[in-house]
């Protein structure tokens, strides 16, 4: 699998760390995965590319040959098929979600799938918020929902898409008024946005009504929504 990582950000540093620094962020990101629902195959894959990160940059000759290589414009690293999924936790760490989505899915009995599709899912979701926070509401319920169902699909994760479901409940109603205010330029978008305001109705059972949609909007609230 070739990917755009390379020795340096595989362990998070920067050229010029030191060895002391590079065996201290070994030690700290070793055993460490960034969701607490990844195998102990996804962990021992990350423990073995991460220690030959340290095994080239601790080598005085193999850190000036990689330096070299690097310098000449050696671009990207070849990682081997059965550690591919620490690659993807790693560029997910590094916001490089984009690279993870387009990372070729494994064997169905690879033991590593089920992290293949939480790593996926893990970067919907950060790209969904991310979104969010830009002002996108439309994208982000898209991420989010992406997300939801590939998990829905598989599952798997239970929790996790119940976090999920939380954020799109809690967008709704921006993603609603997103969707309507942009359905001039995007006809689409209308259907889309009656639909989703006609489940908050539903759910709240009607306008004043006291159910919960579970959007944090009081009665006063929604009316003025």
Known sequence: MRTS???????????????????????????????PEFSEAALAARRRILTRSLQVLTNPEERLAYDHALAEGEVGLEVPAEDAIAALTI???????PEVLAAEAPAEDDLTRSDWILVRALSRQAMGLAAWQEGDFTAAGDALEAAQEELMQAGLFLHLRGELQAYLCKLRPDRIIHLLSTAAEFPERLEQGLTLLKEM???????EGQGNDYSGLSTEQFLHF
């Open 201 to 207: 109705l539903a759910e709240r059972g009607g306008i």
């Open 91 to 97: 560029l997910y760490s590094l916001g490089d979600y």
């Open 5 to 35: 990582l390379n020795h340096y950000s595989i362990l998070g540093v920067k050229p010029e760390a030191s060895t002391a620094y590079l065996e201290q962020a070994y030690k700290s990101l070793c055993n460490w995965l960034p969701h």
